[in-house]
């Protein structure tokens, strides 16, 4: 049968975006040009912050001793959890070599980038869990030097839990400075750091545009747009669980989707009538995103089987992605197009955004169908060498020119032949296009 929506979105995560470019972009030309000066200047209009903008020992030590042990150690347990499974992924990439004609070898390097900047949201949420996500991956891949940036309150500074957070995860130096100054001075080596490789971390819509645009100056994770989840939910789904997860994606944003596909219109009908009372329940700033989230940008899809449930979620390629349904083996092998997969309701999404191990940094907006979430691999060049024997790189070089004439690329094929009329001045070879 034919998708039912039993609700509709009314707008998309990009209706509201605005242009923002051209203030992004002002602002970027504004602080390359005047550095450390001009970016203060910015931190002072946005962030409303005049105090040091570069964390010193005394400053970071200050901050960690303003933590709660208890919550210390969530943070020291959540590290662990996301450094343990980085170690693992870092585990799949080695150094390899392979003889692909005798006396020809080839080989893959896997290098890490020099410097890291992090990016750490702390406007509406202290998200403590980025620092975590973005600087310990960042860490275990071997990068040289990291940056943690995150927007500090005004008179205030940064959250505390985000400098503890950031300083035992590894990074080697905190900035106090938010949006796009921030983005700047990671990029342009202001205040006296090492200009860096690449940026990382979730942000505003100011932020992912200052990627955007300095993406090829700088590598990037990805461009982000607001966060979404989707949950495939059968028969057998609990619909209190089901709603309440969904809630608990919706307070992300006000613009942050959220999908509930199924082939069950009891269920599909109870989770909607729970979600209005669920979302009242919340703090008044939580319940005021996810009521917007809900109102404009949710959906609930109707499917006739669980093929066409999968077939629906591909296509959406959701951020997180939770299947509260039979066979969960099935779904693991069918479903291909997501950020990161929650499988059964033993788990959830917050679980994955906070301390599971898995990073939250993940593709939105439908980039999950070409691209996973954030890594050590994101830090990592995967560069490749090669040397060979002057017998082995014979048939390299006959086929390297016979294959550069035919292309017009006489250059390429010259420096072949000077190879084999310098080893092998007693041979002949045909090293023509034409044979």
Known sequence: MALEYLKKASLTSTSNAGDVHDTVIAILNDIEAGGDTAALEYAAKFDRYEG?????????EAACALVP????ADIRFAHDNVRRFAEMQKSTVANVEHEVVPGMIAGQKAIPVDAAGCYVPGGRYSHIAS?????????????????ACSPPRPDVGVNPAIVYAAHICGADQILAMGGVQGVAAMTFGLFGLPRANILVGPGNQFVAEAKRILFGRVGIDMIAGPTDSLILADSSADPHIVATDLVSQAEHGYNSPVWLVTDDRALAEDVMARVPGLIADL?????????AAWRDYAEV???????????????????????QAADLDW???????????????ETTVAY?????????????SGAARYTGGLSVHKYMKIVTWQRATREGAKSIA?????????EGMEGHARAADVRLAKYFPDETFDLTANG
């Open 352 to 364: 994955g955004d906070k301390a599971a191990g898995t990073n939250h940094v993940l593709p939105t």
């Open 52 to 60: 040091n903008v570069l964390l010193t020992s005394a400053e970071i």
């Open 69 to 72: 042990e208890k919550l210390k």
């Open 398 to 406: 006959e086929a390297t020119a016979r294959i550069s004439r035919l």
């Open 283 to 291: 703090p008044e700033v939580n319940a005021e995103n996810a009521a």
């Open 301 to 323: 899809i109707l499917c006739a089987d669980r093929e066409e449930m999968a077939a629906t979620s591909d296509a959406y390629a959701p951020e997180h992605l939770t299947v």
């Open 331 to 345: 779904w693991l092998g069918r479903l291909t197009c997501y950020g990161s997969l929650f499988l059964g309701e």
């Open 131 to 147: 620092a975590i996500m973005t600087v310990t991956t960042a860490k275990v891949a071997g990068c040289r030097h990291i940056t």
